[in-house]
């Protein structure tokens, strides 16, 4: 994989923000109704986020400026210095190194250019692929809320995890 960097988020990303929505084996896992997205509901979004002030949503893309995902700090708190985490990337990036990178530098930008000292995230207890990868990031588990979620009548549990500067294992 090429050169990878955040950008803030640009229209001409909606198509490809949308394959990620799109795609059943990725969109399992999320707490919003992705399948019935479409491009005019991404770009809305993009639009939307530019005037956020208590969330960052950036751009992962490639040194051709291609999209390949999007990470967040949302629910930025600078009285509680801290902020919630989230990515999704598109599958082309999966296994390509290119969410570690993007996460190191979206934690970069949390400790040192924002002042935060902790991030935190929640995440499906079932999506084993980003459970291991939050650990292997040096985010730690507090706890499993186990009636954390309910989607489709099925009730679903949620890791909450967070880290602190001095947890970075990169």
């Known amino acids: 994989m090429s050169a ?3 950008r803030n988020l640009k229209k001409k990303d909606a198509p490809f923000m949308l394959e990620w929505m799109k795609d059943s084996s990725i969109a399992c896992f999320f707490r919003f109704d992705a399948m019935h997205m479409t491009v005019t509901d991404c770009e809305t979004f993009i639009e939307c986020v530019q005037n956020d002030k208590k969330s960052i949503h950036l751009a992962i893309v490639d040194s051709n400026d291609e999209y390949l995902g999007t990470i967040s700090l949302k ?3 600078t009285e509680k210095k801290e902020a919630e985490y989230a990515i999704s990337t598109r599958k082309k990036a ?3 190194g290119v969410a570690l990178i993007a996460t190191q530098e979206i934690l970069r930008i949390a ?13 499906l207890q079932e999506n084993k692929r980003a459970n291991s990868f939050y650990k292997k990031v040096g985010f730690q588990l507090d706890y499993c809320e186990e009636s954390g979620f309910v989607k489709d009548g099925t009730t679903y549990a949620l890791n909450w995890y967070h880290i602190t500067l001095p947890k970075l294992k990169f």
């Open 94 to 96: 999966h296994g390509t």
């Open 111 to 123: 400790f040192e250019e924002l002042g935060l000292t902790r991030v935190y995230l929640n995440v």
């Open 75 to 77: 629910n930025i708190d």
């Open 4 to 6: 990878v960097r955040l």
